[in-house]
T-cell receptor
Framework: DVKVTQSSRYLVKRTGEKVFLECVQDMDHENMFWYRQDPGLGLRLIYFSYDVKMKEKGDIPEGYSVSREKKERFSLILESASTNQTSMYLC??????????FGPGTRLTVT | AQSVTQPDIHITVSEGASLELRCNYSYGATPYLFWYVQSPGQGLQLLLKYFSGDTLVQGIKGFEAEFKRSQSSFNLRKPSVHWSDAAEYFCAVGPSGGSYIPTFGRGTSLIVHP
């Protein structure tokens, strides 16, 4: 059974903290994605990666960075968390040009 | 550029009633099409997908969808809705054109009345 896991379901951080969100997939997929989801705005792509150490910016990369040192792991980094980054963060992976498999999400609150 | 429109933000149905969620897309070629479901506080789960062939596709949880090229639509249907179907539903198209990135609709929230 395919599996995408995210390091935390709920996270509370203070403004200015550096935040790491981890995502691991066990399906040997080439592609991995980070989205944020806010009410009324749908899914917005932050970054995606199509191979180890390769990344491309999505629609809203400002304030975020990513790291993919191993094929199975894709990390999202908030360099200096701000209250407007309070959101649900979803990680996904996919094998090429096919369907995506999503993790359970991390609900991040920045106070 | 490809786009996906889900015209209905909310849909309310009674338990046992039939359901149809609308999805229209804009795409230059034969698209890959998907429907995902998201239960509250969870990630998205694939319901069904269309790549080619039979235009009526069956998915999990008793859902089906029909690809209509002439109408650029991929509507999701279920003959009898259960209370547990209350969730957010997302239609997606792609990826394409050398990009690995699919395009999602804004989602339709399904409310089921007992």
């Amino acid at each position: 059974d395919v599996k995408v896991t995210q390091s935390s379901r709920y996270l509370v951080k203070r403004t200015g903290e550096k935040v790491f969100l981890e995502c691991v997939q066990d399906m040997d997929h080439e592609n991995m994605f980070w989205y944020r989801q806010d009410p009324g705005l749908g899914l917005r792509l932050i970054y995606f990666s199509y191979d180890v150490k390769m990344k491309e910016k999505g629609d809203i990369p400002e304030g975020y960075s990513v790291s993919r040192e191993k094929k199975e792991r894709f990390s999202l980094i908030l360099e200096s968390a701000s209250t407007n980054q309070t959101s649900m963060y979803l990680c996904a992976s996919s094998p090429g040009f096919r369907e995506q498999y999503f993790g359970p999400g991390t609900r991040l609150t920045v106070t | 550029a490809q786009s996906v429109t889900q015209p209905d933000i909310h849909i309310t149905v009674s338990e046992g009633a039939s359901l149809e969620l609308r999805c229209n897309y804009s795409y230059g070629a034969t698209p890959y099409l998907f429907w995902y479901v998201q239960s509250p506080g969870q990630g998205l789960q694939l319901l069904l997908k269309y790549f080619s062939g039979d235009t009526l596709v069956q998915g999990i949880k008793g859902f089906e969808a029909e690809f209509k090229r002439s109408q650029s639509s991929f509507n999701l249907r279920k003959p009898s809705v259960h209370w547990s179907d209350a969730a957010e539903y997302f239609c997606a198209v792609g990826p394409s054109g050398g990009s690995y990135i699919p395009t999602f609709g804004r989602g339709t929230s399904l409310i089921v009345h007992p």
